[in-house]
């Protein structure tokens, strides 16, 4: 009796380990049915498992197109039958914002979702200040991506004593000149015309390509520097799992929020998401540069998601500019995690970055979140002579609506090598 019990139990272990997806069904309000089953990530054949029928789930969740989104599976002897029920709209959304200092900001942008009822997000963006000006276009789908951004600078760099630089942004609100003008040694007047085309293809749940063809126009007073073209082409891949979701500009309208409820629950563990990222760009006179540039940067970061939702996050970062001029050189920002905001930066030929911080959320609930994020990070740029140190400290207090996705708040960042700091008001950005 006592072996035929075991063989039943191993026989229904083996069994449920063999099951296998039968048919996914789907019905929505706007959408085609198809397209919702096509990027489920479970297909008729595939195997079935608890853990697999989650991450499947999660994925959909994470799309942020649907207001209700509900599963139910039916079992037919070794397969499994699922069936999707999604309550799609849509939406369009435009935004503005201003920003004051020394100089002044500004830009509006217009979102939208599911216009062509293939659960797609468009968004058009526009926006400039005394520096220059950006604007840029684009459409993501389920499995791809593309978008168009063409930008133009005033560049005018600015060597400081010890090898620090300025960091030149269309959106610039403080000029390093006034704060460090009793380091400088040289200020240079210059211009870029940037245009991109960006193309990302997702290969299956966590593996993504892109591929991006850049016009880059750089001029320098007297043909000074590196003046000429510097076009390039840049391929890489892409990689994340349990990742949070991202900005969501339909949940002004109540879609994507379909996990809301889920995701202010604790976890029943700890959970481990991570994402990486490899881009490799070159050009030379096949691409209409008159340089030759080659660069690799790669980029891995972890996060440790504790039960009560708070998140460790640690980023490694590693760039070399085998071949590049000045403007195609690695600077210490690009090998750090952006929760810092610095006035200069270094520059070289190659380098490291390690950077870490801890959210931690003093508030949740059904309207929002509140959090705090102290940060440390941590750079080496090696240029002619030896490796530099950039490093910062800070930290960010901000609040994230759950129907407004962009966080806003306030972030206070010391640079731990020439002792200055920043106090600024953030909206958007990583949360």
Same mark, same amino acid.
């Given at each position: 009796?006592?072996?035929?019990?075991?063989?039943?139990?191993?026989?229904?272990?083996?069994?449920?380990?063999?099951?296998?997806?039968?048919?996914?069904?789907?019905?929505?309000?706007? !959408?085609?049915?198809?397209?919702?089953?096509?990027? =489920? +990530?479970?297909?008729?054949?595939?195997?079935?498992?608890?853990?697999?029928?989650?991450?499947?789930?999660?994925?959909?969740?994470?799309?942020?197109?649907?207001?209700?989104?509900?599963?139910?599976?039916?079992?037919?002897?070794?397969?499994?039958?699922?069936?999707?029920?999604?309550?799609?709209?849509?939406?369009? =959304?435009?935004?503005?914002?201003?920003?004051?200092?020394?100089?002044?900001?500004?830009?509006?942008?217009?979102?939208?979702?599911?216009?062509?009822?293939?659960?797609?997000?468009?968004?058009?963006?526009?926006?400039?200040?005394?520096?220059?000006?950006?604007?840029?276009?684009? !459409?993501?789908?389920?499995?791809?991506?593309?978008?168009?951004?063409?930008?133009?600078?005033?560049?005018?760099?600015?060597?400081?004593?010890?090898?620090?630089?300025?960091?030149?942004?269309?959106?610039?609100?403080?000029?390093?000149?006034?704060?460090?003008?009793?380091?400088?040694?040289?200020?240079?007047?210059?211009?870029?015309?940037?245009?991109?085309?960006?193309?990302?293809?997702?290969?299956?749940?966590?593996?993504?390509? +892109?591929?991006?063809?850049?016009?880059?126009?750089?001029?320098?007073?007297?043909?000074?520097?590196?003046?000429?073209?510097?076009?390039?082409?840049?391929?890489?891949?892409?990689?994340?799992?349990?990742?949070?979701?991202?900005?969501?500009?339909?949940?002004?309208?109540?879609?994507?929020?379909?996990?809301?409820?889920?995701?202010?629950?604790?976890?029943?563990?700890?959970?481990?998401?991570?994402?990486?990222?490899?881009?490799?760009?070159?050009?030379?006179?096949?691409?209409?540069?008159?340089?030759?540039?080659?660069? +690799?940067?790669?980029?891995?970061?972890? =996060?440790?998601?504790?039960?009560?939702?708070?998140?460790?996050?640690?980023?490694?970062?590693?760039?070399?500019?085998?071949?590049?001029?000045?403007?195609?050189?690695?600077?210490?920002?690009?090998?750090?995690?952006?929760?810092?905001?610095?006035?200069?930066? +270094?520059?070289?030929?190659?380098?490291?970055?390690?950077?870490?911080?801890?959210?931690?959320?003093?508030?949740?609930?059904?309207?929002?979140?509140?959090?705090?994020?102290?940060?440390?990070?941590?750079?080496?740029?090696?240029?002619?002579?030896?490796?530099?140190?950039?490093?910062?400290?800070?930290?960010?207090?901000?609040?994230?609506?759950?129907?407004?996705?962009?966080?806003?708040?306030?972030?206070?960042?010391?640079?731990?090598?020439?002792?200055?700091?920043?106090?600024? =008001?953030?909206?958007?950005?990583?949360?």
């Amino acid at each position: 009796m006592k072996k035929l019990i075991l063989w039943s139990l191993l026989g229904a272990a083996v069994s449920l380990q063999a099951a296998t997806v039968g048919e996914v069904t789907a019905d929505t309000t706007r !959408m085609n049915p198809r397209v919702l089953t096509r990027r =489920f +990530l479970l297909q008729p054949g595939d195997e079935f498992s608890p853990k697999i029928y989650e991450k499947a789930k999660d994925d959909l969740h994470k799309w942020r197109v649907f207001k209700k989104l509900d599963f139910s599976t039916t079992w037919r002897g070794e397969k499994v039958d699922i069936h999707i029920s999604g309550e799609d709209g849509t939406y369009v =959304f435009p935004i503005g914002f201003i920003t004051g200092g020394s100089k002044s900001a500004g830009g509006v942008s217009i979102s939208a979702g599911n216009l062509f009822r293939q659960g797609e997000s468009t968004f058009l963006f526009g926006g400039g200040g005394k520096d220059g000006w950006i604007a840029s276009v684009g !459409m993501r789908t389920s499995q791809q991506a593309i978008s168009l951004q063409y930008t133009q600078l005033d560049l005018d760099p600015r060597f400081y004593q010890d090898g620090w630089f300025n960091v030149p942004s269309v959106f610039s609100t403080a000029d390093d000149k006034e704060k460090h003008s009793n380091k400088l040694i040289r200020e240079i007047k210059g211009r870029q015309h940037k245009a991109s085309f960006m193309y990302t293809y997702r290969l299956c749940r966590t593996v993504s390509v +892109l591929i991006r063809p850049e016009y880059n126009e750089i001029s320098y007073e007297n043909h000074q520097l590196d003046s000429g073209r510097h076009h390039q082409l840049s391929v890489g891949f892409v990689w994340q799992d349990d990742i949070r979701q991202g900005l969501n500009m339909g949940a002004l309208s109540g879609y994507g929020l379909t996990d809301k409820k889920q995701s202010l629950q604790n976890l029943p563990r700890m959970r481990i998401g991570y994402t990486g990222k490899t881009l490799y760009s070159f050009g030379d006179k096949w691409s209409g540069s008159e340089y030759t540039i080659s660069k +690799l940067a790669v980029e891995n970061t972890w =996060f440790l998601e504790l039960k009560n939702r708070h998140l460790l996050m640690l980023q490694i970062s590693l760039a070399d500019a085998f071949k590049g001029s000045f403007s195609d050189q690695i600077t210490s920002t690009d090998l750090l995690s952006a929760q810092g905001r610095y006035d200069r930066q +270094l520059r070289g030929e190659r380098g490291a970055g390690i950077s870490t911080s801890f959210a931690f959320y003093m508030l949740r609930n059904d309207v929002g979140l509140l959090s705090v994020t102290p940060f440390y990070e941590l750079a080496y740029v090696r240029d002619n002579v030896r490796y530099r140190p950039h490093s910062g400290a800070g930290a960010t207090v901000a609040y994230k609506l759950w129907r407004f996705p962009l966080p806003f708040g306030i972030n206070f960042t010391q640079n731990l090598q020439d002792g200055s700091h920043q106090i600024g =008001f953030v909206v958007g950005g990583t949360f």
